[in-house]
């Protein structure tokens, strides 16, 4: 039973294609970062928050996949939509007031 689970699991191109997304996410932040700043640094990669978004392309990507795989009008898809739109919305507002809070930070050790 678990090694049925384990291959069932190794063989969804949805989940594959998902992480693979998050994936590339991730490893776009130090070239997102130099195209704002112009200052090219390796570490960037390893952060959490910022652009893009590695929790926004996990579930735009299951989203899209559940979409091909179970069709556009299934429940699951629903679900699916529904999720990445809770994520993509909450990544928004948190980078936006991180950047805010930011402003504030800065503004205060210049002062």
Known sequence: MIQQALREALTNDVLWVSIAASILA??????????????????????????PSSHSALVCALATGLGIEQGFGSPTFALAV????????????VR????????????????
């Open 82 to 93: 529904g999720l990445a739109t809770i994520v993509t919305y909450d990544a928004g507002g």
């Open 26 to 51: 991730q490893f776009l932040k130090p070239f997102t970062y130099w195209l704002r700043s112009r200052i090219f640094d390796w570490h960037h990669i390893a952060e959490t928050g910022g652009m």
């Open 96 to 111: 936006r007031q991180a950047g805010e809070h930011a402003r504030v930070l800065n503004t205060m050790v210049a002062e």
